[in-house]
């Protein structure tokens, strides 16, 4: 059931987003540093991802616990993202899909919680 809910949270994100950029014609990333604010952008979430890998070492969470807080911990990463597209990087549009993803993660992490 696990499977079904991530596989089905991939294709609705994918569909999402080429709807998104459809619709408020909004430009993929050239580059893979595209993506990031500035280079500070880049650090801050390397250190949260660092944070995050050190908390769920250090404590012992069963497997439904584990995927919700890895959806809220990617629900984290994007409302970042958004919030500094949308501070810094208002004019392309990008922080739209930032926090739709944001939203897409919060349903995804409480689906599992409940359902599971």
Known sequence: ???VVIIAAFIVAGLLDLNLRKKFNIEKNEK???QYVGIWHFL????LCFLFLSFVTVNLFDQIT???LLFAFIMLLFMV???LEFWFRREKG??????TYVGLCA?????ISLIL
Do not use: P, T
Request: glycine share 4%.
């Open 66 to 68: 584990l995927y919700s």
């Open 32 to 34: 893979f540093m595209d």
């Open 81 to 83: 993202r958004g919030l």
């Open 44 to 47: 801050l979430e390397i250190v």
């Open 1 to 3: 059931m696990l499977i």
């Open 94 to 99: 990008r922080h739209i899909i930032s926090f």
């Open 107 to 111: 349903i995804i992490s409480v689906a």
